[in-house]
């Protein structure tokens, strides 16, 4: 099923992607730093939305809770 998040406080302005049965797959940012975006969307990939959640969970930009 495909999803689309607006983040709120940090460079990118869109994430769209697809969740089946949990698992996370097809990630796009639109926005950010390139390099970023697309390192997280390529290690995520595959990767149970829990467990996604859990290893991006209170990661920091500078001051700024942003994961």
């Known amino acids: 099923m495909a999803h689309q998040y ?3 406080g940090v460079c990118s302005q869109r994430i769209a992607f697809d969740l089946t049965d ?3 797959r097809n990630v796009v940012f639109e926005g950010g730093c390139s ?3 697309q390192g997280i969307a390529r290690l ?3 990767m149970s939305a829990e467990e996604a ?3 991006l969970a209170g990661i920091r930009c500078g001051f700024k ?3």
Do not use: A, F, I, Y
């Open 6 to 8: 607006k983040p709120r």
């Open 22 to 24: 949990g698992v996370v």
């Open 35 to 37: 390099g970023n975006t």
């Open 44 to 46: 995520v990939e595959g």
């Open 53 to 55: 959640v859990r290893r």
């Open 65 to 67: 809770s942003t994961s």
